[in-house]
């Protein structure tokens, strides 16, 4: 059974930091591009970081760039989404996605979780 488990959301006040977890199993996990997306209250989800299978290759959006950093760990099936310098439009709830292609495509979500940025 496919899971993934976001853990490590919370408050955090303006300039703070949090870093995500997101767990997962049931799956290669090695073989899976994995990425952070967020939706805040009336806004569609956006993509925020993603990272290649092996960790080689990192994308971020434009308003993260410089303060958000994804990193993975293919011994502990795990990714990382460090957040520094917050700011209060960064509250949203935060997923990760694993995804790959391979005849067809295949992804799979976490349940998310709560990032509040407020003073």
């Known amino acids: 059974q496919v899971q993934l488990v976001e853990s490590g959301g919370g408050l955090v006040q303006p300039g703070g930091s949090l870093r995500l977890s997101c767990a997962a199993s049931?799956?290669?996990?090695?073989?899976?591009?994995m990425s952070w997306y967020r939706q805040a209250p009336g806004k569609e989800r956006e993509l925020v970081a993603r990272?290649?299978?092996?960790?080689?290759?990192?994308n971020y959006a434009g308003s993260v760039k410089g303060r958000f950093s994804i990193s993975r760990d293919n011994v502990k099936n795990t990714v990382y989404l460090q957040m520094n310098s917050l700011k209060p439009e960064d509250t949203a709830v935060y997923y990760c996605?694993?995804?790959?292609?391979?005849?067809?495509?295949?992804?799979?979500w976490g349940q998310g979780t709560q990032v509040t940025v407020s003073s």
């Open positions: 996605k694993a995804d790959r292609f391979a005849g067809r495509k295949y992804d799979y």
């Open positions: 049931g799956f290669i996990f090695s073989s899976y591009a």
């Open positions: 990272i290649s299978s092996v960790g080689s290759i990192t």
